[in-house]
């Protein structure tokens, strides 16, 4: 499952939102589903939050995938609906950032699609903010031609819909940027310049950018310079190697060493979520990049 088909799927949560976790018994009635026991987890220097992205682990379940990064020191898997909160929580951990609203393609530069992004996240919001979810990824969109002034407008115009209730409920929006050279063709906030002027426009301090480490470096590089210039308009982080969006180890080209001490550096207090798609065994690689990243 590659990650658009990912989100499609995540979207169908939404409607699981009020539905409890529930499991099969031996009469073929339903039980809820009892905590399982803890193992104590590895102990980290918590100067980073930790965090993972449920899409590329789709090859285990949920509840292995959660159980597998408490125990790692993880606080969070993410990119998950309502729907599947619950899981993560009986484990002692949370979502940092949710999914729900729109998607990578048809999203906020289309201002025909505002009425309904807007309903999404008048539903959404509130959902998360009574789950402590802290953050939601939202989307630009596909050019599809359009010019970049015409869509950060549209994306401005739409976001400043909801940025009160965003503001009410303590709920930050965070806007991918991606690469549109090898993975999203078209995608049109692929430089970091759209996104900055979007945060700006906005004028929210509940609109901020997810700076996906992976996709800019594949548009722009400059990583740490970026982040030390713009740490003020980034409300989450995601890693992965480039090329080929696997491990972060000596195959790829990024030091993500000296990007997390970057980040730390800049006071940052949120979540640095791992995107990356595992070649090798999921569990022994997720601790390895969090290990490389607990700066």
């Not at 099969?24 to 930790?50: F, L, V, Y």
């Not at 993560?88 to 906020?108: E, L, N, P, R, T």
Request: glycine share 10%.
């Amino acid at each position: 499952m590659d990650r658009r088909d990912f989100l499609r799927f995540s979207g169908t949560t939404l409607a699981l939102a009020s539905t409890p976790l529930l499991r099969s018994t031996a009469n073929g009635q339903e039980s809820k589903t009892a905590a399982p026991p803890q193992a104590a987890p590895t102990p980290r220097k918590n100067r980073i939050k930790h965090s993972v992205a449920r899409w590329c682990f789709g090859g285990m379940t949920l509840d292995d995938l959660a159980r597998h990064s408490a125990a790692i020191g993880l606080g969070s898997v993410e990119i998950l609906g309502p729907g599947d909160w619950p899981v993560v929580k009986q484990y002692g951990i949370g979502c940092a950032v949710a999914i729900g609203i729109g998607s990578i393609s048809d999203a906020w530069n289309r201002a025909d699609l505002h009425d309904e992004l807007v309903k999404q996240s008048e539903t959404l919001i509130p959902q998360c903010a009574a789950a402590g979810v802290p953050n939601i990824v939202i989307f630009s969109g596909n050019k599809r031609g359009q010019p970049d002034a015409e869509g950060i407008a549209n994306c401005i115009t739409g976001l400043r819909r909801v940025a009160k209730t965003a503001e009410q409920h303590g709920i930050t929006l965070v806007m991918e940027i991606l690469n549109s050279k090898v993975d999203h063709g078209d995608y049109a906030f692929d430089r970091m310049k759209y996104g900055l002027d979007i945060v700006q426009g906005v004028g929210s301090d509940r609109m901020k950018i997810l700076y996906d480490i992976y996709h800019a470096q594949i548009m722009e590089g400059d990583v740490i310079h970026t982040i030390k210039d713009h740490h003020a308009s980034i409300g989450h982080y995601h890693t992965a190697g480039v090329p080929g969006r696997n491990e972060l180890d000596e195959n790829q080209e990024l030091h993500y060493p000296a990007i997390c001490r970057a980040i730390v550096e800049t006071g940052f207090k949120g979540w640095l979520g791992q995107e990356f798609i595992p070649k090798r065994d999921a569990m022994t690689s997720l601790r390895e990049a969090i290990d490389t990243c607990d700066v």
